[in-house]
């Protein structure tokens, strides 16, 4: 039996195009095997083993980190960008450090709520 290499896994709206680009902005920047995934093409075995429900999944994008640590929102926005390489894997750390860190959390849900007006957004990416 061969056994895959679990890795990171970026879980995000793909029925959302500002979320689409923006995963596929950070994933071409990535140094190793993490993927992205949007939530629609996940089978009910991938919710299963990244132990999400379609209401998380509605809600915010996710991180799920190869050991099973699951990150929300502007934790998943952090560790996907601290994934990759150069000056975005340091805004990726700086994100995780006060007062930063509660600057992102304050900030993620203002985004996600309006994130059909910003650049890529479209009507599918109302909440």
Request: proline share 5%; glycine share 8%; net charge positive.
């Amino acid at each position: 039996m061969v056994t895959q290499k679990s890795t990171s896994m970026l879980v995000y709206d793909g029925d959302c195009s500002f979320c689409t680009r923006s995963a596929h902005w950070v994933a071409t920047r990535w140094n190793g095997d993490e993927r992205t995934v949007a939530w629609q093409s996940m089978t009910a075995d991938e919710f299963a083993n990244a132990n999400l429900s379609l209401g998380d999944v509605q809600k915010a994008v996710w991180w799920i980190a190869p050991d099973g640590r699951r990150s929300r929102g502007h934790l998943a926005i952090a560790h996907a960008l601290r994934a990759t390489r150069g000056w975005s894997s340091v805004l990726g750390v700086v994100i995780l450090v006060p007062p930063f860190r509660w600057i992102a959390g304050a900030a993620y849900p203002l985004v996600a709520r309006w994130r059909h007006r910003l650049p890529g957004g479209t009507p599918a990416c109302r909440i």
